[in-house]
């Protein structure tokens, strides 16, 4: 029991330790850091965000087409509000799906129920990443990284209809009409986009500094040591992939199977956009429970689909059916047998 109250003051004094022993190394980490935020993420990230926050803070911008709301209502069980941030997800990339799906949340669009199931699947990346960095960076072919993008598209829809709201648990979720709130400016946009980068640099910076130390620290050998039938460079892939998403992605160019180990990571998205997602959800507490289990889903249908494009086999296609089948069926049978499930309400 000691030892477990105490756990949590373990880490931070080795981090402290390890910052002591490879100050410069960690400087060199943070100048890094900078440099891929300066460099990558806050161009790419700042202009959409200004434009989300805008758009959304635009009152009939949120009232969903007839179209939209019986689309989300048949493969997801939500309604047609759920389809902006799904799209905004897939256009914008990490975490504009999530930034997005909260803010309709806190402006009274969405109800808890549902933007916690919306959570679970609209956290996705976006064309940018893999046409310019995994097309044209890792695997020097634009071809591979629109299937790599088709592929992640897909595997995220998967994961939304293996989680649609069934009826029973529909009938748990009140609508909600949105707030009659002020229209948002354009000034407010750019305080929160803001905001939002800011805290973003900051774990990115942070990640950058924590792989740094594993491997100035010697601790990513010791894990090559203990997993001897992995190769090198596959294993510190991963590793940086698991904790930073675009720093586990780059080392993947001198990897075998690189596109499947790309789209795993891809699906997953890597502690550092978990953490950048928990900060917008958190404060609005909500709480979209099976959220890891999920990703970690995304990455093998993504790794599954990717397959079934580059090199089709008949195993492979019948998976991809079996899939499908669950995507159609799953939700039917949950609600057959799934007994009366009870849901919070807002």
Request: a positive charge; charged letters at 15%.
């Given at each position: 029991?000691?030892?477990?109250?105490?756990?949590?003051?373990?880490?931070?004094?080795?981090?402290?330790?390890?910052?002591?022993?490879?100050?410069?190394?960690?400087?060199?980490?943070?100048?890094?850091?900078?440099?891929?935020?300066?460099?990558?993420?806050?161009?790419?990230?700042?202009?959409?965000?200004?434009?989300?926050?805008?758009?959304?803070?635009?009152?009939?911008?949120?009232?969903?087409?007839?179209?939209?709301?019986?689309?989300?209502?048949?493969?997801?069980?939500?309604?047609?509000?759920?389809?902006?941030?799904?799209?905004?997800?897939?256009?914008?990339?990490?975490?504009?799906?999530?930034?997005?799906?909260?803010?309709?949340?806190?402006?009274?669009?969405?109800?808890?129920?549902?933007?916690?199931?919306?959570?679970?699947?609209?956290?996705?990346?976006?064309?940018?990443?893999?046409?310019?960095?995994?097309?044209?960076?890792?695997?020097?072919?634009?071809?591979?990284?629109?299937?790599?993008?088709?592929?992640?598209?897909?595997?995220?829809?998967?994961?939304?209809?293996?989680?649609?709201?069934?009826?029973?648990?529909?009938?748990?979720?009140?609508?909600?009409?949105?707030?009659?709130?002020?229209?948002?400016?354009?000034?407010?946009?750019?305080?929160?986009?803001?905001?939002?980068?800011?805290?973003?640099?900051?774990?990115?910076?942070?990640?950058?500094?924590?792989?740094?130390?594993?491997?100035?620290?010697?601790?990513?050998?010791?894990?090559?040591?203990?997993?001897?039938?992995?190769?090198?460079?596959?294993?510190?892939?991963?590793?940086?992939?698991?904790?930073?998403?675009?720093?586990?992605?780059?080392?993947?160019?001198?990897?075998?199977?690189?596109?499947?180990?790309?789209?795993?990571l891809m699906g997953w998205g890597g502690i550092c956009v978990h953490l950048q997602s928990i900060s917008f959800w958190k404060p609005a507490h909500l709480r979209p429970r099976g959220y890891f289990a999920s990703k970690l889903l995304h990455g093998m249908l993504s790794v599954l689909f990717v397959r079934l494009f580059l090199s089709p086999t008949p195993l492979l296609a019948v998976c991809a059916g079996i899939v499908a089948a669950f995507c159609i069926f799953f939700p039917q049978i949950r609600q057959k047998w799934?007994?009366?499930?009870?849901?919070?309400?807002?």
């Amino acid at each position: 029991m000691l030892v477990k109250r105490n756990l949590r003051y373990i880490f931070p004094v080795l981090g402290i330790a390890a910052l002591l022993c490879f100050s410069s190394e960690a400087a060199e980490a943070v100048r890094e850091g900078l440099r891929i935020c300066g460099t990558s993420v806050i161009p790419a990230l700042f202009p959409f965000f200004v434009l989300t926050n805008y758009f959304l803070g635009i009152r009939s911008a949120r009232q969903p087409s007839r179209v939209a709301d019986r689309l989300m209502s048949a493969c997801f069980g939500l309604r047609g509000s759920c389809m902006t941030p799904l799209l905004l997800s897939f256009m914008g990339g990490y975490p504009v799906g999530v930034s997005c799906a909260v803010r309709l949340y806190q402006d009274g669009v969405l109800s808890k129920r549902e933007t916690e199931r919306l959570l679970l699947f609209c956290n996705n990346s976006g064309p940018a990443f893999f046409f310019g960095v995994i097309g044209g960076t890792v695997l020097h072919s634009i071809q591979s990284g629109a299937l790599l993008f088709l592929a992640h598209i897909l595997a995220a829809l998967c994961c939304g209809a293996l989680l649609r709201v069934t009826e029973k648990e529909r009938l748990t979720i009140r609508r909600v009409d949105a707030k009659q709130t002020e229209q948002r400016g354009f000034l407010d946009a750019i305080s929160t986009s803001c905001a939002s980068l800011l805290q973003i640099s900051g774990l990115i910076v942070f990640f950058s500094v924590v792989l740094a130390l594993f491997e100035t620290s010697g601790l990513l050998r010791l894990m090559q040591r203990a997993l001897p039938f992995l190769p090198a460079q596959t294993l510190s892939a991963m590793l940086c992939g698991f904790f930073e998403l675009s720093g586990g992605v780059v080392r993947l160019t001198a990897c075998s199977h690189a596109e499947e180990l790309a789209a795993f990571l891809m699906g997953w998205g890597g502690i550092c956009v978990h953490l950048q997602s928990i900060s917008f959800w958190k404060p609005a507490h909500l709480r979209p429970r099976g959220y890891f289990a999920s990703k970690l889903l995304h990455g093998m249908l993504s790794v599954l689909f990717v397959r079934l494009f580059l090199s089709p086999t008949p195993l492979l296609a019948v998976c991809a059916g079996i899939v499908a089948a669950f995507c159609i069926f799953f939700p039917q049978i949950r609600q057959k047998w799934g007994g009366n499930l009870q849901q919070n309400t807002v």
